[in-house]
C-alpha cells in the first residue's frame, strides 16, 4: 500500500481535539515512517503501523525485544478492507475506521503498562471516548502482547 493514501485523510487533522486522557493527535503524522502492517481477518480492516524518530530507530535496532525509548509514538490507521475495481485480485484500503495512538512513558502511564493510549475515529478524527479510563480497555487487550513491551506490531523486515 501507497503511502499517499494517508494524505489525503491526515491533511484533515489541523484541528483535532484532544484525547479523553489528554493525549495530543500528532501533527506531523505524515512525516513518519512506515513500522509495519497488519490486516484483521476477524472485522474485514487493514492497518499501517507509523512511528515517530524514536519509535523507528527502536524498530530498527534489530532487537527481537524491543525496548521502546520514553517519548516514542505508534500510530495505527486502520481502514475498511476494499476491492480495487482495476484489479480485482487487490485489497486495498476503503472506508477510513480509525487512528490509534501508543505514547511511551512509564512514569506518565504506569497504571498502563507505561504507554499512554487514544483513539480518534472516522474522517473527521473526534475522539473515541469522553472517559480518561478508556485507556484501561486497550491496556487490558495489550496485556497479551505483554512479552513484546505491550506492543503486538512486529516491524516488517526491510532489504
Known sequence: ?????CLPLLSQAQNV????NDIEYPKNLTNWRVI????RTDNNTQRVILGNALAIKAARSQNA?????????LAKLVWKNDTLKTWQAATV???FVHAEIMLRDSQKYASTSGWGYARWTGLDLKPHSQDSKAAE???SCHQAAKITDYVFTIPAKLP
Not at 500500500?1 to 493514501?5: I, P, V, W
Open 1 to 5: 500500500m501507497s503511502l499517499c493514501l
Open 17 to 20: 481535539e484532544k484525547s479523553a
Open 36 to 39: 509495519g502492517t497488519s490486516n
Open 65 to 73: 525485544n524491543i525496548n521502546w525509548p520514553k517519548g516514542a509514538i
Open 93 to 95: 484500503p476503503g472506508e
Open 137 to 139: 480497555a486497550c491496556n
